[in-house]
Nanobody
Framework: QVQLVESGGGSVQAGGSLRLACAVS????????MAWFRQAPGKEREGVAT???????IYADSVKGRFTISRDNAKNTLYLQMNSLGPEDTAMYYC???????????????????WGQGTQVTVSS
């Protein structure tokens, strides 16, 4: 059974930083795609950042240059470093994992096999 457990969310003022972590257990290995998604109230869940087993990462345009995704396969942990946070980043953040498709790792909700329970990030202006 796969479990993804997020931590590191909280409340921060605009311009601040947070680092999210996702502890992975079960059958998710280093070849799996891993990602962070977020969902704000009244909005659809969106892909924020994805990292492949080889370390290639892709980002939503809205977070490029501010967020950095990384993974430590030895510790079975996924991270998201978030800098220069703004109120528009307020959302529930979810860790996700899936086996890579023939086209690689995307930022599509439909590709995801496993979800964490989410961690709330609130940014005040």
């Amino acid at each position: 059974q796969v479990q993804l457990v997020e931590s590191g969310g909280g409340s921060v003022q605009a311009g601040g930083s947070l680092r999210l972590a996702c502890a992975v257990s079960g059958y998710v290995d280093s070849s799996h795609c891993m990602a962070w998604f977020r969902q704000a109230p009244g909005k659809e869940r969106e892909g924020v950042a994805t990292i492949s087993g080889g370390g290639r990462s892709i980002y939503a345009d809205s977070v490029k240059g501010r967020f950095t995704i990384s993974r430590d396969n030895a510790k079975n942990t996924l991270y998201l470093q978030m800098n220069s946070l703004g109120p528009e980043d307020t959302a529930m953040y979810y860790c996700a994992a899936w086996a890579p498709r023939w086209y690689g790792c995307s930022r599509e909700v439909s590709d995801v096999n496993y979800w964490g329970q989410g961690t709330q990030v609130t940014v005040s202006s």
